[in-house]
């Protein structure tokens, strides 16, 4: 986690975020699993199988406290640095894991999923979103200023129809998942987003709608200048391929995108959506490349020089 925050910072991040090392729905499952009695780690899945109190307590909070204690011991980083990001998981995805037993999962029907999940309940998605909005207002009081849930499973929920809640309840779940956040609240849904999605999120809180746009250019069609226009959000513009196939080469470069592309990437958000009202950014994590290549230090280096080349792209435009 020291290695690669320090060179995120180094290379010339503006919002360095703190390395995710860890499943990004285990990081806050298996510790409510410890505080949750009714919430069981079985292998690699939680199982519920009842009600149950919102602990006192935020959980997973080590991780906002690394980049304290990393910018603390080394002082003379902070100002090569705009601010800090932290990445949640969202309470949408996070029911989406969980699959209910015993009484809860009477009653229920599976659709998308084999088997009943809390995702498909109101009040348990509910209750998880209380959950985020709690550790989303620890982090804020950390001083971070962009805290970014990732909510993949929206892509899944919200197409041509919603499946599960209705538009009112997306809307008022998402804005008390991040009603702790006074900086910048952002959420990350990878993948094609639906126009229904998109005006969804428009009527949210969230002050950053972040996106695939390398691997999914289709969104630039969803997405235009006039909806960020006489608003406070801004479009985080997904810019480098993070689902990196093996395709056999020995080179990195081969599995980089050069300057040249990266520089016309981006002219094409800036000419579309306007500078003022982009975020540049991958388009999601990178722990896809984790078991890609046989050498994780091979990994490692597409992983830094695809986001080298991205601030040096860049700064073209600065």
């Known amino acids: ?4 925050f320090d060179d ?6 503006d919002y360095p975020c703190y390395p995710q090392l860890v499943d990004m729905n285990a990081q806050f499952l298996d510790p409510l699993s410890e505080l949750i009695p009714s919430l069981v780690k079985k292998e690699e899945e939680f199982y ?3 009600d149950f109190k919102i602990p006192d307590t935020p959980v997973a909070l080590e ?3 690394f980049i304290i204690d ?3 011991e080394r002082p003379y980083l902070r100002d090569l640095i705009k601010g800090t990001k932290a990445c949640l998981t969202g309470p949408f995805t996070l029911a989406s894991e969980i699959i209910l037993t015993d009484q809860l999962a009477k009653g229920i029907t599976p659709k998308i999923f084999k088997e009943p999940r809390a995702v498909m309940v109101s009040w348990l998605v509910d209750k998880i979103a209380d959950i985020m909005k709690q550790i989303g207002k620890a982090y804020n009081d950390m001083n971070i200023d962009i805290i970014s849930m990732d909510e993949p499973m929206l892509g899944l929920l919200v197409g041509r129809k919603i499946w599960f809640h209705e538009e009112d309840f997306l809307i008022e779940t998402l804005n008390k998942a991040i ?3 006074s900086r910048y609240s952002s959420i990350h849904v990878c993948g094609r987003v639906s126009p229904k999605l ?3 999120l428009l009527q949210t809180e969230v002050k950053i709608l972040d996106h695939e746009f390398r691997a999914n250019d289709v969104n630039f069609k969803v997405f235009e200048k006039a909806h960020f226009e006489h608003t406070d ?3 985080g513009m997904g810019t480098l391929l993070t689902n990196v196939v093996n395709q056999g080469s020995e080179s990195v470069e081969d599995y980089v995108e050069d300057l040249e592309f990266l520089k016309k990437f981006i002219e094409k958000g800036i000419k579309q959506f306007g500078k003022e009202n982009l975020v540049i950014k991958p388009d999601c994590g990178f722990g896809g490349l984790k078991g890609t290549f046989e050498e994780e230090m091979f990994a490692y280096e597409i992983a830094i020089r695809k986001l080298n080349n991205m601030v040096l792209a860049l700064k073209t435009f600065k």
Not at 1 to 4: C, D, E, G, K, T
Not at 8 to 13: D, H, P
Request: hydrophobic share 45%; no cysteine; glycine share 10%.
């Open 63 to 65: 991780y906002g406290q």
């Open 179 to 181: 009603s702790g956040i």
């Open 70 to 72: 990393f910018l603390k």
């Open 1 to 4: 986690m020291i290695r690669a």
């Open 48 to 50: 519920l199988s009842q």
């Open 233 to 235: 959000k801004l479009l």
């Open 8 to 13: 995120e910072v180094n290379m010339g991040i």
């Open 198 to 200: 998109r005006d969804i």
